[in-house]
C-alpha cells in the first residue's frame, strides 16, 4: 500500500485529525472505481480553526531568518526527490494520471517550489524621494498575512503547490482546500512535504471538505487576505464577487477555450504531433488544452488525415501501464457531460471523423470536423479527449475565429516565418500564446494566465511575489516640517 494513501485526515494546526463534519468522503479510483481511503469532512468549526493557526503561525513565521526560510523550501524539494516513486503512485491512482502526465506534474511542482525558495530573499523595499524637506519616504514589501488556496482536480498537486509555495515563501499563512476528487494529492501530500521540511505548525493547513458542509465560509472568513482560485469559470466568477464584497484580493485562473492555428506555410507534420500533445495531454483535462484546431484550407486535407492517423493510435486504458496516453476521466460526470456536448455539436452538423468507445471513465478519442463558431462544442470548454477540427482561409478568418470566445487563455500558432507567427500571435486576444509550440506550456519565470472569462491576475515569477504581498509606506520626517496652520 502506498503510504501516502495515510494522509486522511485534516491538517490543522499541525495536527493530523479528523474533521467535524457528519459526512465521510470516499476518495476512489477513476480509472477502477476501487476505494483508495475515506475522510471525515471538515466543518464550520474547523474552517475557523484552520485560519486562526494560520495568522497565529505567520507571525511566528516573521521571525525566521529569510535564508532559514529558503533552506526550509528547499527540504521541501529534497523531500519529493526522495519520494518520487510513491507521489507518482498517488497521482495515477487517485487522479487517473499516466505515468508520463506524473512525470510532467512532478517536475512543475520542483520547479515552482525552486522558484519560492527565493521569495524569502526578494521582499525588497525602496527608499523613495519626497518634495516635502527633511521626509524619507521608506517602501516596504509585506505579506498579506493569510492566503486561502482552492484547488483543481486535474493537475492538484501542482496547482494547489503553485500558490501554496509562493504564498509560504513571501511569508504567509496558508490554509488550502484541495478538490474532493484528489484530497491528498492536491492537499495532505501537501501537508506532509511542508510538515516533514519544517514548516511552523499551523502555518500550511489543509481541509478536505465539500461546499455543502461549508458554503462560502472558505472565501468570506474574515481572516484570508487573497484567495487563490484554479478552476471552472462559473465558480470562479462566484470567488470573485464574494472577494471583492469583503475587500479581498482574489487570484483567478479559469477555464479556457485554446485555439492551435496552422498557417498554410506550417511544418505539418510538426504542427500534428504539437496539436495532439496540446489536446490530449491528461486525457484533454488540462485548462489550456487545444479544444480547437483552426487549419489553413491549403493544407487542410493532409494536415486532418495525419492528425486523426495519430490519434487514432493513442493508446487508451489502465493509465498505470507505461505506454498508455489517454486514461480515465476523474469521475462519471465528467464523462456524461463531455459526451453530452459531443452529441450536441454532432446534431447541430458537426461531423465525427474519430469516435471512440467509452469504458467507465474512459472516453477513447473523438474529432469532430466542419466545426463552426456557433457550435455547442466550439463555445464551451471540452475538459476532455475531444477536439473541434475547423477551417480558414485568410489570416484575418482564423483570427476571428480564434477570437470567438469569451475565454482567453492560450493559444499556439504554426508557421515557416517566425515573425509572422509573432504578428499574429499578437492579434489573439489571449494571455499566453506560443509560436511552432503546444498550447500547454508553463514556466516558473514567465507570467501566467488569462484574459476575458479565463482569469484574473499571474502567477509565477515575480507576479506571484506581487499577488502575495502588499506594499506600506512609512515617512520619517528628520526635521521640522512647516505646517500651514
Same mark, same amino acid.
Request: net charge negative.
Given at each position: 500500500m502506498n503510504d501516502f494513501t495515510q494522509l486522511n485526515k485534516q491538517y490543522i494546526g499541525g495536527e493530523w485529525k479528523d474533521g467535524r463534519g457528519q459526512k465521510i468522503l470516499t476518495d476512489k479510483n477513476p480509472y477502477n472505481g476501487e476505494s483508495i481511503t475515506e475522510f471525515r469532512i471538515a466543518n464550520l468549526q474547523d474552517i475557523d480553526e484552520a485560519y486562526q493557526a494560520a495568522a497565529r503561525a505567520k507571525e511566528e513565521w516573521d521571525k525566521v531568518n529569510p535564508f532559514t526560510k529558503r533552506s526550509i523550501l528547499e527540504q521541501a524539494i529534497a523531500y519529493i526527490e526522495q519520494h518520487e516513486k510513491e507521489m507518482t503512485e498517488i497521482i495515477i491512482d487517485e487522479l487517473g494520471g499516466t505515468r508520463l502526465k506524473a512525470a510532467f506534474e512532478i517536475g512543475l511542482v520542483k520547479d515552482i517550489i525552486r522558484e519560492a525558495a527565493t521569495f524569502p530573499l526578494r521582499m525588497e523595499g525602496k527608499i523613495l524621494p519626497s518634495p516635502v524637506d527633511g521626509k524619507e519616504n521608506r517602501l516596504y514589501r509585506l505579506p498579506v498575512g493569510v492566503v486561502g488556496v482552492i484547488s483543481p482536480f486535474n493537475f492538484p498537486f501542482y496547482l494547489s503547490m503553485k500558490s501554496v509555495a509562493p504564498a509560504l515563501g513571501a511569508g504567509n499563512g496558508v490554509v488550502l482546500k484541495p478538490h474532493e476528487d484528489t484530497p491528498i494529492t492536491g492537499g495532505t501530500l501537501i501537508a506532509k512535504i511542508f510538515e516533514e521540511a519544517g514548516i511552523?505548525?499551523?502555518? $500550511?493547513?489543509?481541509?478536505?471538505?465539500?461546499?455543502?458542509?461549508?458554503?462560502?465560509?472558505?472565501?468570506?472568513?474574515?481572516?484570508?487576505?487573497?484567495?487563490?482560485?484554479?478552476?471552472?469559470?462559473?465558480?470562479?466568477?462566484?470567488?470573485?464577487?464574494? *472577494?471583492?464584497?469583503?475587500?479581498?484580493?482574489?487570484? $483567478?485562473?479559469?477555464?479556457?477555450?485554446?485555439?492551435?492555428?496552422?498557417?498554410?506555410?506550417?511544418?505539418?507534420?510538426?504542427?500534428?504531433?504539437?496539436?495532439?500533445?496540446?489536446?490530449?495531454?491528461h486525457q484533454g483535462q488540462v485548462c489550456m488544452s487545444a479544444n480547437r484546431v483552426i487549419v489553413h484550407h491549403d493544407v487542410y486535407d493532409e494536415f486532418v488525415t495525419k492528425y486523426v492517423n495519430k490519434v487514432s493510435a493513442l493508446k487508451c486504458g489502465n493509465p !498505470?501501464?507505461?505506454?498508455?496516453?489517454?486514461?480515465?476521466?476523474?469521475?462519471?460526470?465528467?464523462?456524461?457531460?463531455?459526451?453530452?456536448?459531443?452529441?450536441?455539436?454532432? !446534431?447541430?452538423?458537426?461531423?465525427?471523423? $474519430?469516435? %471512440?468507445?467509452?469504458?467507465?471513465?474512459?472516453?477513447?478519442?473523438?474529432?469532430?470536423?466542419?466545426?463552426?463558431?456557433?457550435? *455547442?462544442?466550439?463555445? !464551451?470548454?471540452?475538459?476532455?479527449?475531444?477536439?473541434?477540427?475547423?477551417?480558414?482561409?485568410?489570416?484575418?478568418? *482564423?483570427? !476571428?475565429?480564434?477570437?470567438?470566445?469569451?475565454?482567453?487563455?492560450?493559444?499556439?500558432?504554426?508557421?515557416?516565418?517566425?515573425?509572422? %507567427? *509573432?504578428?499574429?500571435?499578437k492579434k489573439v486576444y489571449t494571455g499566453m500564446i506560443h509560436v511552432n509550440d503546444g498550447t500547454i506550456n508553463d514556466e516558473p519565470l514567465v507570467a501566467f494566465g488569462g484574459e476575458k472569462n479565463s482569469g484574473l491576475g499571474r502567477l509565477n515569477g515575480p507576479w506571484s511575489l506581487e499577488e502575495f504581498t502588499t506594499l506600506k509606506w512609512i515617512s520619517i520626517q528628520h526635521t521640522p516640517r512647516q505646517f500651514p496652520y
Open positions: 511552523p505548525k499551523g502555518l $500550511l493547513n489543509v481541509v478536505v471538505t465539500e461546499i455543502s458542509e461549508i458554503g462560502d465560509t472558505f472565501v468570506e472568513h474574515p481572516i484570508p487576505r487573497v484567495i487563490s482560485f484554479t478552476g471552472s469559470t462559473q465558480v470562479g466568477s462566484r470567488i470573485g464577487q464574494l *472577494a471583492a464584497k469583503h475587500f479581498k484580493k482574489a487570484a $483567478l485562473e479559469l477555464g479556457g477555450n485554446s485555439a492551435l492555428i496552422v498557417l498554410e506555410d506550417a511544418d505539418i507534420d510538426y504542427a500534428v504531433n504539437a496539436a495532439v500533445f496540446s489536446r490530449f495531454t !498505470r501501464e507505461a505506454d498508455t496516453i489517454i486514461g480515465p476521466l476523474i469521475n462519471e460526470r465528467q464523462v456524461q457531460n463531455l459526451i453530452a456536448t459531443v452529441e450536441e455539436g454532432v !446534431r447541430e452538423g458537426a461531423t465525427p471523423l $474519430l469516435r %471512440g468507445d467509452v469504458h467507465g471513465n474512459v472516453v477513447e478519442p473523438i474529432v469532430l470536423a466542419d466545426v463552426t463558431t456557433d457550435m *455547442a462544442v466550439a463555445k !464551451r470548454e471540452l475538459f476532455g479527449p475531444a477536439v473541434c477540427i475547423m477551417k480558414f482561409s485568410t489570416e484575418e478568418e *482564423a483570427i !476571428r475565429i480564434a477570437n470567438d470566445t469569451p475565454f482567453g487563455l492560450s493559444g499556439a500558432v504554426h508557421t515557416a516565418n517566425l515573425e509572422r %507567427g *509573432a504578428e499574429f500571435a
